[in-house]
């Protein structure tokens, strides 16, 4: 049943702005064949705009539809440039609110990597929690300040106590966002000097650019710095600082509980005012993106070009299924061993190995996320493969 209210501020003051009907409810699965790839069960999205707080969220989102499990395979970490973009920001954090020998809890951990390369840096201790965890993903030599818990973090686990409180990738995942951070807020209690560390995708970025294929069903809210804001503020939390991060990709938020607030005093009516003419501007932006792509892919096909598409994560499975693509893709690439073999769902398309490149032959390849280009690019060229290359942000 579709949301009337805000999950944020409780409004119902919602406008619909962007739908796309009948895609994959996942986009991170492993699918082990082409058949249960075409057949993965569907969901409909409709974005809504608050007029009241500007959050965005799917009204249409059931998370009764939802498997997180040990399948579905998120991680980013086989990339050089991502792991060193995540050690920047391991150190960062250590040093601007001295975890060194702290103890800390990551809310949905994925495969570990954040909270494994956290701990090592910083000599934390450190509790993850997720249901997606791979215990042999893990090299365990720090083991004895390690704990993961495979679960969803909720009411049991609110007595685990911490220095830092850490959540990237997770927030913008959970539908209802307020009973979520109030959980998170009451956790702390009374306790002083509590860090709290949240990174979700920057939604005013996709507004601007009408990046769609940063738009899938398992993202059920947006935020942008000043919706994420009011949220944190709303359950008793005093916003440090917020900022973007990764080529302008990443939203983070710091904050405390009895701190004080160093944001400037929220005033609503300006940046609803801002978000809405944004969601107007993604309104334009979002079709020339898509009438775009197709006419490049449609003149490629027309001419006989093989096109690639490198990155079979989230963004891949919403490009492919909003623009309803089949064989007009050739191949999708990704460099994580774990998918290869396994099958995107809703399109069916196979995940190969970059080594399939000197087959393949790409006349173009579509970079599913621009900060990766430089990487790809050398990877193309150590099979003496010169395509054009395509980068979405």
């Given at each position: 049943?579709?949301?009337?209210?805000?999950?944020?501020?409780?409004?119902?003051?919602?406008?619909?702005?962007?739908?796309?009907?009948?895609?994959p409810?996942?986009?991170?699965i492993?699918?082990?064949?082409?058949?249960?790839?075409?057949e993965?069960?569907?969901?409909?999205?409709?974005l809504?705009?608050?007029?009241?707080?500007?959050?965005?969220?799917?009204?249409?989102?059931?998370?009764?539809?939802?498997?997180?499990?040990?399948?579905?395979?998120?991680?980013?970490a086989?990339?050089?440039?991502f792991?060193?973009?995540?050690d920047?920001?391991?150190l960062?954090?250590?040093?601007?609110?001295?975890?060194?020998?702290?103890?800390?809890?990551?809310i949905?951990?994925?495969?570990?990597e954040f909270?494994?390369r956290?701990?090592?840096?910083?000599?934390?201790?450190?509790?993850?929690?997720?249901p997606?965890?791979?215990?042999?993903?893990?090299?365990m030599?720090?083991?004895?300040?390690?704990?993961?818990?495979?679960?969803?973090?909720?009411?049991?686990?609110?007595?685990?106590?911490?220095d830092?409180?850490c959540?990237r990738?997770?927030?913008?995942?959970?539908?209802?966002?307020?009973?979520?951070?109030?959980?998170?807020?009451?956790?702390?209690?009374?306790?002083?000097?509590?860090?709290?560390?949240?990174?979700?995708?920057?939604?005013?970025?996709?507004?601007?650019?009408?990046?769609?294929w940063?738009?899938?069903?398992?993202?059920?809210?947006?935020?942008?710095?000043?919706?994420?804001?009011?949220?944190?503020?709303?359950?008793?939390?005093?916003?440090?600082?917020?900022?973007?991060?990764?080529?302008?990709?990443?939203?983070v938020?710091e904050?405390?509980?009895?701190?004080?607030?160093?944001?400037?005093?929220?005033r609503?009516?300006?940046?609803?005012?801002?978000?809405?003419?944004?969601?107007?501007?993604f309104?334009?932006?979002?079709?020339?993106?898509?009438?775009?792509?197709?006419?490049?892919?449609d003149?490629?096909a027309?001419?006989?070009?093989?096109?690639?598409?490198?990155?079979?994560?989230?963004?891949?499975?919403?490009?492919?299924?909003?623009?309803?693509?089949?064989?007009?893709?050739?191949?999708?690439?990704?460099?994580n061993?774990?998918?290869?073999?396994?099958f995107?769902?809703?399109?069916?398309?196979e995940?190969?190995?970059?080594?399939?490149?000197?087959d393949?032959?790409?006349?173009?390849?579509?970079?599913?996320?621009?900060?990766?280009?430089?990487?790809?690019?050398?990877d193309?060229?150590?099979y003496?493969?010169?395509?054009?290359?395509?980068?979405?942000?």
């Amino acid at each position: 049943m579709k949301s009337e209210h805000c999950m944020l501020c409780g409004s119902h003051d919602l406008e619909a702005f962007y739908s796309v009907p009948h895609i994959p409810v996942h986009s991170c699965i492993l699918v082990d064949c082409r058949k249960a790839a075409l057949e993965f069960p569907r969901g409909d999205l409709e974005l809504n705009v608050c007029h009241s707080c500007g959050f965005i969220q799917n009204s249409l989102y059931d998370g009764g539809l939802q498997n997180y499990c040990p399948s579905y395979e998120e991680t980013q970490a086989f990339s050089p440039t991502f792991m060193k973009f995540m050690d920047d920001l391991c150190l960062a954090q250590i040093e601007k609110y001295s975890l060194r020998g702290k103890k800390i809890l990551e809310i949905g951990c994925g495969k570990g990597e954040f909270l494994v390369r956290l701990t090592e840096l910083g000599e934390c201790w450190g509790v993850g929690i997720d249901p997606g965890y791979r215990p042999e993903r893990t090299d365990m030599k720090i083991a004895h300040r390690l704990r993961f818990i495979r679960d969803f973090y909720g009411e049991p686990y609110t007595d685990i106590e911490a220095d830092y409180i850490c959540c990237r990738h997770t927030l913008e995942h959970i539908s209802e966002v307020s009973q979520f951070i109030r959980l998170v807020r009451a956790s702390i209690g009374s306790r002083t000097g509590v860090i709290v560390f949240f990174e979700v995708p920057d939604a005013e970025r996709v507004l601007v650019e009408g990046a769609v294929w940063d738009i899938y069903y398992e993202h059920c809210s947006y935020f942008t710095a000043d919706s994420l804001s009011i949220l944190f503020e709303r359950e008793g939390f005093a916003v440090l600082d917020t900022y973007i991060l990764y080529n302008g990709q990443y939203l983070v938020i710091e904050a405390e509980v009895n701190g004080q607030s160093r944001v400037e005093e929220i005033r609503r009516d300006e940046y609803v005012c801002k978000t809405l003419t944004q969601v107007d501007q993604f309104k334009r932006s979002s079709r020339i993106q898509l009438s775009g792509l197709q006419r490049s892919v449609d003149e490629s096909a027309r001419r006989g070009r093989r096109v690639v598409l490198w990155g079979s994560g989230s963004k891949a499975v919403s490009l492919l299924t909003t623009l309803q693509l089949g064989d007009e893709i050739g191949a999708v690439i990704d460099i994580n061993p774990h998918k290869w073999g396994k099958f995107l769902p809703g399109s069916g398309h196979e995940i190969l190995s970059p080594s399939s490149i000197p087959d393949i032959k790409p006349d173009m390849v579509i970079v599913m996320n621009s900060i990766y280009t430089e990487e790809i690019r050398n990877d193309l060229e150590r099979y003496d493969c010169y395509p054009e290359i395509i980068s979405l942000r």
